[in-house]
């Protein structure tokens, strides 16, 4: 199939994709954030995101830091809107993860073949992030950047938003948007997902039942990777 020939319209957009256009019938939630992102905010991103992508896909934007981590933890059911043409690999340090959701998830872009990734487009990029999503995660954010043009643009198509609690001194943008009521605060994710109407997967287990039910055999069975843990969770394959 010919690049001009993949092209579709979708809520307004004319975009050229890559991947499973099924993805776009699913409903969908947009977690966006800082590109040098905590730890912490990086764990609860992949955390959140794995459990929403029962029932959602995640949009963002393949940016480093939140970016990145909201689409592994929603692998496969995860969509990447490119600040540049499908043909031009943006970040190159996400090159694998981009090409993984070429493949199994679904990769979006507004441009022709050739372009490469402008200050212009990456505001572009995150209005059709919010606009496609049912709702926007701001995961972590400086009062003074780019992620909080996500929340602008959530105001101007009358998304809800929430964030992602926070010490007093991190994230000014999204601690702000929380202490004046523009945004939600996720307090704990299971309640959160509960509320979406996403039970607690039999497959998670906290850290303390885990070891309850498996003992000291957890951690080989982390090494031989028929566990992950993570953040406190474990998590079943």
Not at 99 to 128: A, C, H, T, W
């Amino acid at each position: 199939m010919s690049y001009i020939n993949q092209k579709i319209k979708y809520n307004g957009f004319d975009l050229y994709y890559e991947g499973d256009l099924a993805l776009l019938d699913k409903p969908k939630v947009a977690i966006v954030g800082s590109r040098k992102a905590s730890k912490y905010s990086k764990e609860f991103t992949y955390l959140l995101a794995k459990k929403l992508s029962t029932k959602y896909a995640i949009v963002s934007g393949g940016a480093l830091g939140i970016d990145a981590q909201a689409h592994k933890g929603a692998f496969p059911n995860t969509i990447l809107i490119s600040p540049s043409s499908l043909d031009i690999i943006y970040p190159k340090a996400n090159e694998k993860l981009i090409k993984d959701i070429k493949k199994e998830g679904l990769i979006l872009s507004e441009y022709e073949k050739g372009y490469m990734p402008r200050r212009y487009s990456f505001v572009q990029r995150n209005r059709i992030i919010v606009a496609i999503s049912d709702f926007v995660i701001i995961a972590e954010a400086n009062l003074k950047s780019g992620s909080m043009r996500s929340f602008e643009w959530a105001k101007e198509f009358n998304k809800k938003v929430y964030v992602f609690p926070h010490r007093f001194n991190e994230s000014s943008g999204t601690r702000y948007l929380a202490a004046t009521n523009q945004a939600e605060v996720i307090w704990d994710i299971n309640e959160f997902c509960k509320s979406l109407g996403i039970e607690e997967d039999s497959k998670i287990l906290t850290l303390n039942e885990a070891l309850k039910k498996y003992g000291s055999t957890l951690y080989e069975m982390e090494l031989e990777g028929k566990v992950e843990i993570k953040n406190g969770k474990v998590y079943l394959k």
